[in-house]
């Protein structure tokens, strides 16, 4: 569910790059057995890994989701595991989601909702999900909120571990294991086995192989984006340039009613005065008329 981001050099992966992180869980199905064992704090059975990158997609026009490490063990329990090391893209949405199209795709048409099994949901963040809280592990369950000791039961559980944290709430193992994540730093068993797992994958050749062509696609695709954002810049001020123009002729045009109204006020006034003008003239004729008759008669 995690996007590959490719800024590091192979030999310098960590296991808490995606890549890594994914490549090591999925060739290594005892340590991720254990890794799900310590976060649950019970025993899980055999495990049937995925494929890197899991896709899910229901229907053509859904959107799809990427599990990174996607595992079923031999009673059909799911396990999500994702690692994730920047906090954006509404990631309690995306949570609430991919819970969503996991039972979507465990339950077959015409099967009963009782057949749909247990699912785990576990984010690995490289950063404190929670800001009001300095807690290294936080579990959500569907709870009844008029009664909190009232569960639901509906099988699912979302798990969230934290690296940046204060609290003493989790094992000297669980601890050791969130500074490796974080600090690359292996102390403990488990952590150790980890980092040796990670070693291993680096001499990998055909694992080298892939993420270089990953990061070839990502920089193609990082091109493409570029060109498509210089394109997007070039339209949004070539709209600006249009609003400007329009606003521009409004104002012109606005100008030019305003003289249009002036011209005709000043049209009516030289009507007025041409009326009077009128009136005046006919008035003087009227006059001449009346001293012309009366001449005439004197005459």
Not at 42 to 55: D, F, M, S, Y
Not at 108 to 121: D, I, P, Q, R, W
Request: aromatic share 8%; proline share 2%.
């Amino acid at each position: 569910m995690g996007n590959f981001i490719v800024t590091t050099k192979y030999e310098n992966l960590t296991f808490h790059d995606d890549f890594m992180f994914c490549k090591v869980l999925e060739n290594n199905p005892d340590l991720c057995r254990e890794l799900l064992e310590l976060v649950l704090g019970k025993k899980v059975g055999e495990l049937v890994i995925a494929k890197r990158q899991r896709p899910i997609e229901i229907l053509p026009d859904c959107r799809g989701v990427r599990f990174d490490v996607y595992a079923k063990d031999d009673e059909a329990v799911v396990y999500d595991v994702e690692m994730q090391n920047l906090k954006e893209g509404a990631l309690e949405r995306r949570v609430r989601y991919s819970q969503s199209m996991i039972d979507v795709e465990n339950l077959e048409k015409g099967t009963a909702y009782g057949e749909l099994k247990n699912s785990y949901v576990i984010y690995i963040c490289n950063f404190n999900m929670f800001k009001t809280n300095g807690r290294h592990k936080y579990t959500f369950r569907r709870l009844c909120v008029e009664d909190p000791q009232l569960e639901l039961g509906d099988g699912t559980e979302l798990i969230f571990l934290c690296t940046e944290a204060k609290m003493d709430d989790v094992s000297h193992e669980m601890r050791s294991f969130l500074k490796y994540v974080s600090e690359n730093i292996a102390e403990g068993d488990f952590a150790n086995r980890l980092e040796r797992a990670v070693d291993q994958a680096r001499m990998n050749p055909r694992w080298r192989m892939e993420y270089m062509n990953l990061e070839e696609m990502i920089q193609v695709r990082n091109r493409e984006m570029k060109k498509r954002i210089e394109q997007l810049e070039r339209e949004n001020i070539e709209a600006v340039t249009r609003i400007e123009e329009i606003e521009k002729s409004k104002e012109e045009l606005e100008k030019s009613k305003e003289e249009a109204e002036k011209s005709k006020e000043e049209l009516r006034k030289a009507k007025e005065e041409v009326e009077k003008e009128k009136e005046k003239a006919d008035l003087r004729i009227a006059e001449l008329e009346r001293l012309l008759s009366a001449y005439q008669e004197k005459n």
